[in-house]
């Protein structure tokens, strides 16, 4: 084989065979010197009289992942890549793509501008652009659809979701599934030479070039086509999010115009989309999901190797940390504090992972191997094992304190100890060890088994290795993590306690509770302030305000509201009241009641409710949050704003079109919302002071997101 080398494109010959090698690690996005070089690398093989063939493969994990996410947003710098992909289709040669990994977006493209597709096995493709705002920019939806009919090829872009090669086989999109290679070969080189194998059978057959552009197998049922498109567009969306009636319409393009306007069809969608208020939001959203994991301790430290997880307390937490930490194939080792206690935790977890099961999740067998990976006892002893332990017992300082010190004489050295307190001081937790550079806080949410998020609070003490440990154990359980300093709430209960201070004072001041949720569902969570409270139970904060009560500043203005629902045991959904009543399951009914009550607090505070409009509702809502989220900034809590969002975004139902908090505060424009805290501070300096760091920024005409790359 005759070697020769571009940047990101690796170019050899074998006996008439032009292999081009995509070379950008990690995932082969398809940037601009990428792109470059592939169309220089197509336009050589094309005029080569000496090639015969041509196979586009990659190296390392994967096909391109996509375009590349960076560049979005930016004037483009060509040569684009529906440009490149015309091209190879182009080519008076026949083309075959290679396919290893994951085949996604714009990486999906490319193959489908080639002649033929060969796929490993374990392969899969998708159309993620959905999950970003956009249609496939690159003709995916013109191709696409002329080869696999308008029902497949909507499925796939509208979900989003990745399918197995198999499956990409049953729709014509793959013409050759190749099995895996045994352990220790590559896949690229596996896959490469299988493609190579069919490009000679290509040659031997007289075979030439098949451009997709001129194929109509899917147009065959134009009738059924149209009924796809129709139920497609039926689908119902929200209007802020457009991607996927507009994939419709590109569809529908696909089998009404001629190949090239298709083509410029699916341009304009792409453009349009690009400049949306939800594109800019998840593509925010996507970066800063990534950047998260760039912290300086995994920089500086690796993670120390986890096999064994130990939980102690199989409550609602510990239960749901132990199902993850299971499913994620590592051991479990449950510590309660008695038998009752200890039935009941396993009692919790199995009744997870049989939903897991009705929900087709989890098979019987794998069940059992889970099981056989968990050993439940009462004894601190059994701990003496396990590479990493979590607390999760009730959230009073004593009673972790105390097993933080059992834990510290029985845990071998070098095992991190982590605590998944949701306030309490980790520094004075890791104290009552002899090993605070091993201790961290991992701040899982509720239901662990299925939310996201994971707060990594590093102490004064806690050594980089520890924190990259919790980071690895984060991945490894398909969780994403998320830096934090200690402070009282880390980022995300700080937040949420800011939020929650600004919608009481607006319930004190004339809102109702109905009101102010319903306004912030109309922002786009999911629900409202009070509707989580009733949903988590209103003691949890409750406990947490008689504990703070003796430092409560006796100046600061302080809501009751909530204390007098406590009061009257009317605790939330569990209790049939709280905040809604629950005469009829789940859905809440307002209540006169409460209502009354607000308005005898009200009273009793002279305070004259006056009429709160939702808009307003809203922009103190969210200006609290990013008024917050700057103080953490300051505080070096957050190392970065679009850290915050990912918080938000994760643990609290943010939107995820609006990228988070932060993101929106730029969108929104930091000087309106300055001039919005300023007001709001005239009346209540305590609470609406703007942050410093946030004057700072307006001052210099800055943005967060000028922060966001300039940290780690
Ligand atoms: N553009 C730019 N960067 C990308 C990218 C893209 N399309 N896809 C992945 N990356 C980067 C990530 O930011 C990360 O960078 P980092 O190591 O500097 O943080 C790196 O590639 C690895 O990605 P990561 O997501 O951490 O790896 P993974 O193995 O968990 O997942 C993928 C790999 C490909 C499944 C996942 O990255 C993905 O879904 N990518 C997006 C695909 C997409 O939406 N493509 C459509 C664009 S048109
Ligand atoms: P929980 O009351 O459901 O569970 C606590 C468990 O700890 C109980 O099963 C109890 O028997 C056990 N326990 C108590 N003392 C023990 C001891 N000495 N040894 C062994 N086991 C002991 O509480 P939870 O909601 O699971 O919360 C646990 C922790 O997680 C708290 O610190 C809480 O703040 C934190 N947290 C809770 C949430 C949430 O939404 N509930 C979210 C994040 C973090």
């Known amino acids: 084989m005759a070697e020769g080398a571009a940047r990101t494109v690796q170019v050899a010959d074998d006996d008439g065979l032009r292999h081009l090698e995509i070379d950008n690690p990690p995932v082969n996005v398809l940037g601009q010197a990428l792109r470059a070089a592939l169309a220089e690398a197509i336009a050589a093989a094309a005029a080569d009289p000496g090639v015969r063939a041509v196979v586009i493969s990659a190296r390392g994990r994967s096909f391109p992942a996509g375009a590349d996410i960076t560049e979005f947003g930016k004037p483009p710098v060509p040569p684009r890549l529906p440009e490149v992909c015309n091209r190879i289709e182009a080519c008076p040669k026949p083309v075959v793509a290679a396919m290893h990994g994951t085949a996604l977006g714009g990486g999906l493209e490319l193959a489908l501008a080639a002649h033929y597709r060969v796929g490993l096995e374990s392969l899969r493709i998708g159309f993620p652009e959905?999950?970003?705002?956009?249609?496939?920019?690159?003709?995916?939806?013109?191709?696409?659809?002329?080869?696999?009919?308008?029902?497949?090829?909507?499925?796939?872009?509208?979900?989003?979701?990745?399918?197995?090669?198999?499956?990409?086989?049953?729709?014509?999109?793959?013409?050759?599934?190749?099995?895996?290679?045994?352990?220790?070969?590559?896949?690229?080189?596996a896959v490469r030479r299988a493609a190579a194998d069919f490009a000679r059978g290509l040659l031997a057959e007289g075979l030439g070039p098949r451009p997709t552009s001129m194929r109509a197998e899917g147009f065959a049922d134009p009738a059924a086509y149209a009924a796809a498109v129709a139920a497609a567009r039926a689908r119902p969306a929200p209007s802020h999010l457009p991607a996927a009636a507009r994939i419709a319409d590109c569809v529908e393009a696909a089998l009404l115009l001629p190949f090239e306007a298709g083509l410029a069809f699916e341009r304009a969608a792409f453009e349009d989309l690009m400049a949306t208020e939800a594109a800019q939001g998840l593509r925010h959203a996507f970066l800063a999901e990534r950047r998260a994991a760039r912290v300086p301790e995994l920089a500086a430290a690796s993670p120390r190797r986890v096999e064994v997880v130990g939980i102690v307390g199989g409550g609602l937490m510990g239960a749901g940390i132990a199902a993850a930490a299971l499913t994620a194939g590592l051991g479990v080792?449950?510590?309660?504090?008695?038998?009752?206690?200890?039935?009941?935790?396993?009692?919790?977890?199995?009744?997870?992972?049989e939903r897991a099961i009705e929900k087709g999740r989890l098979t019987s067998a794998g069940f059992e191997a889970e099981w056989a990976r968990l050993i439940g006892t009462t004894e601190m002893a059994a701990m003496a094992g396990v590479d990493l332990a979590i607390e999760a017992v009730f959230e009073e300082f004593e009673v972790k304190a105390g097993v933080f010190r059992a834990l510290d004489a029985v845990?071998?050295?070098?095992?991190?100890?982590?605590?998944?307190?949701?306030?309490?001081?980790?520094?004075?937790?890791?104290?009552?060890?002899?090993?605070?550079?091993?201790?961290?806080?991992?701040?899982?949410?509720?239901?662990?088994?299925?939310?996201?998020?994971?707060?990594?609070?590093?102490?004064?003490?806690?050594?980089?290795?520890?924190?990259?440990?919790?980071?690895?154990?984060?991945?490894?359980?398909?969780?994403?993590?998320?830096?934090?300093?200690?402070?009282?709430?880390?980022?995300?209960?700080?937040?949420?306690?800011?939020?929650?201070?600004?919608?009481?004072?607006?319930?004190?001041?004339g809102a109702t509770p109905y009101a102010i949720d319903a306004a912030m569902r109309?922002?786009?969570?999911?629900?409202?302030?009070?509707?989580?409270?009733?949903?988590?139970?209103?003691?949890?904060?409750?406990?947490?305000?008689?504990?703070?009560?003796?430092?409560?500043?006796?100046?600061?203005?302080?809501?009751?509201?909530?204390?007098?629902?406590?009061?009257?045991?009317?605790?939330?959904?569990?209790?049939?009241?709280?905040?809604?009543?629950?005469?009829?399951g789940r859905t809440g009914e307002e209540d006169p009641e409460v209502l009354a009550l607000i308005d005898a607090e009200r009273a009793a505070k002279g305070i004259i409710p006056r009429a709160i409009a939702a808009d307003e509702i809203r922009a103190r809502a969210l200006a609290a949050m990013v008024n917050e989220g700057a103080r953490l900034l300051e505080e070096g809590i957050a190392l970065r704003p679009s850290d915050i969002d990912v918080v938000m975004l994760h643990g609290y139902?943010?939107?995820?079109?609006?990228?988070?908090?932060?993101?929106?505060?730029?969108?929104?424009?930091?000087?309106?919302?300055?001039?919005?805290?300023?007001?709001?501070?005239?009346?209540?300096?305590?609470?609406?002071?703007?942050?410093p760091l946030l004057l700072d920024l307006v001052g210099n005409g800055r943005s967060f997101a000028d922060l966001d790359e300039a940290a780690a």
């Not at 509208?158 to 399918?163: D, I, K, L, Y």
């Not at 197995?164 to 895996?180: K, Q, S, T």
């Not at 305000?545 to 600061?556: C, E, G, I, V, Y």
């Open 130 to 189: 959905v999950t970003l705002g956009l249609v496939p920019g690159a003709g995916g939806t013109q191709r696409m659809p002329r080869i696999a009919g308008a029902a497949a090829a909507l499925e796939l872009m509208q979900s989003g979701q990745p399918v197995p090669a198999r499956a990409a086989e049953a729709m014509g999109v793959i013409d050759l599934v190749v099995p895996d290679p045994a352990p220790g070969e590559e896949a690229a080189a």
């Open 333 to 353: 080792v449950l510590v309660e504090r008695d038998e009752a206690a200890l039935d009941k935790g396993l009692a919790r977890i199995a009744e997870i992972k």
């Open 411 to 509: 845990l071998r050295p070098g095992a991190v100890l982590a605590t998944n307190t949701s306030y309490l001081d980790v520094d004075a937790l890791a104290a009552v060890t002899g090993r605070p550079a091993d201790v961290v806080g991992l701040h899982f949410f509720s239901p662990a088994h299925v939310m996201k998020l994971v707060e990594v609070v590093v102490g004064r003490a806690t050594a980089p290795d520890a924190v990259a440990t919790g980071f690895a154990l984060a991945r490894r359980m398909g969780k994403i993590a998320v830096r934090s300093g200690v402070t009282d709430g880390f980022i995300g209960n700080r937040i949420l306690s800011a939020y929650r201070t600004a919608t009481d004072f607006l319930l004190e001041d």
């Open 522 to 584: 109309a922002f786009g969570f999911p629900l409202g302030p009070y509707q989580v409270l009733d949903l988590a139970g209103l003691e949890i904060s409750w406990a947490r305000r008689k504990r703070l009560a003796p430092t409560r500043d006796p100046a600061a203005r302080y809501v009751a509201v909530g204390d007098r629902l406590c009061e009257r045991g009317w605790f939330g959904q569990k209790a049939g009241r709280g905040y809604y009543r629950y005469d009829r």
């Open 653 to 691: 139902g943010f939107p995820r079109w609006r990228g988070g908090p932060m993101r929106w505060a730029d969108h929104t424009g930091l000087r309106s919302l300055r001039r919005d805290l300023m007001t709001f501070a005239a009346a209540e300096p305590e609470f609406w002071t703007p942050a």
